[in-house]
């Protein structure tokens, strides 16, 4: 079985550019989840989507961030425009409900902004 | 405003002895908390759960404490092996979220 697939795995921008992560969850789960994972902070999560629905944004930093989930196999965070300070590893992560405990994680996206 | 605290950064076992990882919480509607372990250019994995009604649950080599009235759980492993040096976050769930600690980064040494 396929895990929680991201694409890229690594990426490098200019401050100012426009950054898109993007996730693919695991077949059959209904929810999904970003996080952002920092030395000072540890893993934080931004926004989780049940059934392709934002339920919970509170953790998204700033208006420059924002998700999308078209539908159950698609997920996008978009960090529009980027700053240094967004440098960090971003997680997505899917569960097959939102009650359940465990949740599965991809592999990371590595940004690095200029 | 950190609800849950791993507050060991780092932390060296020999192999074969036993790994003591903490975790601090404060929220006090937690009802599930997790392990989860991670190695480098990976996602974290789970591990280890115990739900707010037990104080104890074991699987394998890993064994997990909860002590309500101190808001603490801690993680045992042991024997300790050199694969099992990577970082090892604290998380805990409320409603359907989870909030993770720091994490402390565990080696064992041979």
């Known amino acids: 079985d396929a895990g929680v697939i991201q694409s890229p795995r690594h990426e490098v921008t200019e401050m100012g550019q426009e950054v898109t992560l993007r996730c693919k969850p695991i077949s059959g789960h209904n929810s999904l989840f970003w996080y952002r994972q920092t030395m000072m902070r540890g893993l934080e999560l931004l926004i989780y989507f049940n059934n392709n629905v934002p339920i919970d944004d509170s953790g998204m930093p700033e208006d420059r961030f924002s998700a999308k989930m078209p539908n159950a196999s698609f997920s996008t965070l978009k960090i529009q425009p980027s700053e240094p300070r967004d440098s960090a590893v971003y997680f997505c992560?899917?569960?097959?409900?939102?009650?359940?405990?465990?949740?599965?994680f991809g592999p990371g996206t590595r940004l690095t902004v200029l | 405003d950190q609800q849950v605290k791993q507050n060991s950064p780092s932390l060296s076992v020999q192999e074969g002895r036993i790994s003591i990882l903490n975790c601090d919480y404060t929220n006090s509607m937690f009802d599930y908390f997790l392990w989860y372990k991670k190695y480098p250019a990976e996602g974290p994995t789970f591990l280890i759960s115990i739900s707010s009604i037990k104080d104890k649950n074991e699987d394998g080599r890993f064994t997990v404490f909860l002590n309500k009235s101190a808001k603490h759980l801690s993680l045992h492993i042991v024997p300790s092996q050199p694969g099992d040096s990577a970082v090892y976050f604290c998380a805990a769930k409320a409603a359907s979220k989870l909030t993770f600690g720091t994490g402390t980064r565990l080696q064992v040494t041979l």
């Open positions: 992560a899917s569960t097959r409900l939102a009650g359940v405990n465990e949740q599965f």
